[in-house]
């Protein structure tokens, strides 16, 4: 009943800057409690295991980023829109991978985007 609309990827050069976003959508977000919903971003280059990039609580206050991001990536939500941004900046070809979007709501399951490519490159 929930579906995800992953959008902003792109093709950039290094030290250029992207922004992300997450749409979550569906009527039964508008009826549960989504306090409990935790929203994150993941990413998988190729040949590499997915990893976390950053995630945040329903508040904002509690973030977590992964250590090669800190200082260059940040994660916000708009809880009134059900959406999850990330903004990139500083971008690394290393940074280059598919980027995933999820969302974690206690007593229902987790929901994720389709993925949206992120190139770095000269």
């Known amino acids: 009943q929930v579906h995800v609309v992953e959008s902003g990827g792109g093709f950039v050069e290094p030290g250029g800057s992207l922004r992300l976003s997450c749409a979550f959508e569906g009527e039964i977000l508008s009826k549960v409690d989504l306090r409990t919903f935790v929203m994150s971003w993941l990413r998988q280059a190729p040949g590499k295991e997915r990893e976390n990039v950053a995630t945040i609580d329903w508040s904002g206050g509690t973030t977590y980023y992964a250590n090669s991001m800190k200082g260059r990536f940040f994660i916000s939500r708009d809880n009134a829109k059900h959406t999850l941004y990330l903004n990139m900046n500083s971008l690394k070809p290393e940074d280059t991978a598919v980027y995933y979007c999820?969302?974690?709501?206690?007593?229902?399951?987790?929901?994720w985007g389709q993925g949206t490519q992120v190139t770095v490159s000269s």
């Open positions: 999820s969302g974690a709501l206690t007593g229902y399951g987790e929901y």
